[in-house]
């Protein structure tokens, strides 16, 4: 997938089309032609350059209706499990298919992963973001999780659910052993209801940890924590099956 940048940094998507800016359009022949580390000309001068998406490029600009879980947070799941090429992974609370895309974009070809959503719509759209990024191993299911899980020896399953604790028992049967289950909730009390079923369960290394943001801003006459900073977004559960 390529994708066009303008002057300001601004992206969009590339479509073998003609293009239509407030910079003025390119033509569809150029469109097609362009490909990543061509620049682009419209036709009042404006320059874009071509690149080729890459995830973050890709979800950044896909189609969606809900909001997605943080790059931020993202890292930390795949870092916290382990999560790697060939890997088999379970994805609950779809949305948009933001985070079973990273999933799927860091188990390679090699590996699965499997998405389950229980809204119709949200999995339509999933399903549609994942075929336009061209990503053969994600898979979406308009399924309700809590009812079971179909796959089994999976190595990571992750919940984005308001009652994860419902999913606890069912992901103690379909991880393997070695495999970790993790969560993502906004809610402190979340959080203690969720640990008190994975001990029920038999699950090891309990953590729960949180993630602020705060980028830096380097100028001429300093250097300083930039005002504005990404926050509290949820709490990051991790237990494993030993």
């Known amino acids: 997938m390529r994708i066009l940048m303008d002057e300001r940094g601004k992206k969009y998507i590339a479509r073998d089309e003609e293009f239509h800016t407030n910079f003025g359009f390119i033509t569809k022949e150029d469109m097609e032609n362009g490909k990543p580390g061509d620049i682009l000309k419209t036709h009042l001068g404006h320059e874009f350059k071509v690149l080729k998406a890459n995830i973050n490029d890709y979800i950044d600009l896909m189609e969606r209706k809900c909001s997605i879980i943080l790059p931020k947070d993202i890292g ?6 382990g999560m790697g090429s060939g890997d088999r992974v379970i994805d609950a609370g779809t949305g948009a298919g ?31 973001n994942v075929e336009n990024f061209g990503l053969e191993n994600v898979h ?11 796959e089994k020896d999976v190595d990571v399953i992750f919940l984005d659910l308001p009652r994860p604790w419902d999913v606890v028992e069912h992901a103690k049967e379909a991880l393997k052993i070695g495999g970790y289950i993790a969560t993502y909730a906004p809610y402190i009390e979340q959080v203690q209801v969720l640990h008190k079923v994975l001990k029920k369960f038999g699950f090891s290394d309990l ?12 100028k001429a006459k300093g250097t300083r924590p930039k005002t504005r900073a990404v926050g509290h977004t949820g ?6 099956n030993l």
């Open 207 to 218: 953590n729960t940890v949180e993630c602020n943001l705060r980028e830096i801003e380097v």
């Open 140 to 150: 979406i299911k308009c399924k309700d999780i809590t009812e079971g899980i179909e």
């Open 76 to 81: 930390i799941i795949t870092a916290f499990t």
């Open 98 to 128: 933001a985070t079973a895309l990273h999933f799927g974009n860091i188990v390679g070809k090699e590996g699965e992963v499997n998405s389950y959503e229980i809204r119709e719509d949200f999995t339509e759209i999933a399903k549609r």
């Open 235 to 240: 709490y990051l559960t991790f237990a494993r």
